[in-house]
């Protein structure tokens, strides 16, 4: 046995009760003196029901796009040697580097109406992304990127060439290989790495707010409704707003543990 | 090897290949390096007296000393934390394990908003311990102690989140062997400990600074904005940026930049030369 358990112990629950359940249970404490009808009002107040459909909306649609892509990324950094590759996999944590502000105004530049993508974007094809939900999209993308390939890779890298080779000898074609023997071993990374991207799109701020342009009702991210709310020094709103959006992130965590859990089960370590 | 596994059925074709790879270069374009490239094409698209004039401003110049300041106490803080929780958690086996795990990976499911606005209501005028605050003359929020606060929430986990995987491969028997020894526990833990775990250490620092110093959302809700005094470097772009000085405000975000280059530089060479110091399974970052 060795030293240093009760220390180590008290020190870690002391400062996380310092910093995370004090700090919390004001939340909790805040929330629960809304009262139960003023809560409803609310979380049902038609802006708040916006913001927040536009958040988890947006937020699911680009968890989507960054899993297909994130695996395709994955894939070709694991699979293939090209020149490069070592920059481009240092790239793809860019995201987790590049503070969220910066991001926002680079995003933004692009793609504003007058920016280089922008103006290609609404000038050929006629699509406006700067201040509509698709500039939001597109921002949540950059930031949830990183979550997928870095959570698919290491199963990737783990995986046995050998039943590949096993199911291509019995004369399955390629893509047969790979939906139906390498997919659902990557399943669990996929979906947890899906799970994380979702998660972090829902609660991201920075990056978001510059190209969305937070038009109330179209393009306003519940994140920027509750620093709306407390400018406003409506703490009730912020609170409400707040709650709302901490017990779907409490699920979604919630749901990422058992997804994990299970994978480790049946896949081994992720 | 290679010559042989060309005649093998397994992997694609060089056509597939080739749209696969043009996918991912083209989406990896767009979306990570186009804003990379931009902020520091932009920071000298007026010039570089424009940028230099930016980063020589008075405000630049406190909001840099800010956040130097803040990440300089939040990321040792967290630091010794992060230790303490590993140890804790990688060496021994007890009850609430998992939710004390879960707990440190709260800030990793929390927006940074929320964060925030969880001190505005710890502190504000309207809480419990408020009004005792402002009796006594204490500020902490719209202040540095309420910035150094909400950093130190968002920023925890990363270094305890880096060393638990790692203490856990490494198991405790080295620690036993040099206990069984006699050296006492301090000197068996940095003598033994860490060393072992000194380069996921220094990975673990970097990603806890890179953060703290770019925080945005959480410090942006605590700081109240106020100019030359609370504003962060992240703060003083957004500033800079809605006053139509895009310009200046790339010219601070190209420091910010330059700053995550050299952070994911630095992780590049750690990953390559002590990949087996490191811990193998990494989920957040």
């Known amino acids: 046995m060795l ?10 629950v ?25 809560f409803y009002a609310i979380a049902t107040n038609a802006r708040v029901v916006k913001a927040l459909q536009l958040s988890f909306g947006t937020a699911l649609v680009a968890a989507v796009v960054n899993t297909i892509f994130g695996v395709l990324v994955a894939w070709c950094l694991v699979r293939y040697k090209f020149p490069g590759r070592r920059w481009l996999d240092a790239a793809v944590d860019l995201p987790f580097a590049l503070p969220t502000a910066v991001a926002g105004i680079a995003l933004a530049t692009l793609y504003a109406p007058e920016g280089p993508f922008g103006a290609i974007l609404e000038g050929i094809f006629g699509i406006k992304v700067g201040f509509t939900p698709l500039g939001v999209t597109i921002a949540l993308i950059f930031v949830g990127l990183p979550f997928v390939v870095r959570t698919v890779q290491p199963v990737l890298e783990e995986i046995d060439r050998e039943t590949e080779e096993v199911a291509a000898t019995l004369g399955a074609g390629r893509l047969r290989t790979v939906v139906r023997v390498i997919l659902p071993g990557l399943l669990p990374a996929i979906l947890t790495g899906f799970a994380l991207s979702f998660a972090r799109g829902v609660g991201e ?17 519940a994140p920027l409704l509750i620093v709306i709310r407390l400018e406003e020094n409506n703490y009730a709103g912020a609170t409400a707003i707040a709650a709302i959006m901490l017990m779907i992130s409490f699920a979604s965590l919630f749901v990422i543990n058992l997804l994990q859990s299970w994978s480790r089960k049946w896949f081994g370590n992720v | 090897m290679t010559k042989h596994r060309r005649h093998t059925p397994v992997g694609e074709g060089p056509v597939t290949r080739f749209i696969l790879l043009t996918l991912m270069v083209l989406f990896l374009g767009f979306i990570l390096i186009a804003p ?24 630049t110049i406190a909001a840099l000393q800010l956040t130097l300041l803040v990440a300089a106490i939040a990321v040792p803080a967290n630091l010794v934390f992060g230790v303490a929780a590993a140890w804790t958690v990688a060496k021994f086996d007890f009850k609430g394990k998992a939710f004390l795990l879960t707990l440190i990976d709260l800030p990793f499911a929390v927006s940074p908003v929320v964060s925030g ?27 540095v102690p309420g910035i150094v606060i909400a950093t130190i929430f968002i920023t925890f986990p990363f270094i305890a989140r880096e060393l638990i995987p790692l203490m856990q491969q490494q198991g405790n028997s080295e620690e036993e062997a040099a206990l069984s020894l006699g050296a006492s526990g301090w000197r068996t833990f940095f003598l033994v400990t860490l060393p ?11 990603l806890c600074n890179a953060r703290a110093m770019g925080e945005f959302g959480a410090v942006s809700v605590v700081s109240g904005h106020i100019r030359g005094l609370t504003n962060t470097l992240p703060l003083h772009i957004e500033i800079l940026y809605n006053d139509n000085k895009a310009a200046a405000a790339f010219a601070v975000a190209s420091l910010l930049a330059a700053l995550a280059l050299v952070t994911l530089g630095l992780k590049t060479l750690l990953e390559v030369r002590y990949s087996g110091e490191l811990a193998a399974s990494r989920r957040n970052h």
């Open chain 1, 3 to 12: 030293p240093g358990f009760g220390l180590g112990l008290g020190y870690t």
């Open chain 1, 14 to 38: 002391a400062y996380l009760s310092l910093v995370v359940l004090i700090p919390l249970a004001g939340l909790a404490f805040k929330s629960a003196t809304l009262g139960w009808s003023e």
């Open chain 1, 205 to 221: 701020y920075g990056s978001v707010i510059f190209i969305a342009g937070n038009l109330p009702y179209i393009s306003e991210i």
């Open chain 2, 36 to 59: 990379l490239l931009v902020v520091f094409v932009e920071a000298v698209s007026k010039g570089l007296g424009v940028f230099v004039t930016a980063l020589a401003m008075p405000d």
């Open chain 2, 117 to 143: 606005l969880v001190f505005v209501l710890l502190f504000g005028a309207n809480s419990l311990i408020g009004p005792w605050l402002t009796d006594n003359g204490i500020r902490i929020l719209f202040a």
């Open chain 2, 196 to 206: 072992n775990v000194k380069w996921g250490l220094l990975y673990g620092v970097l």
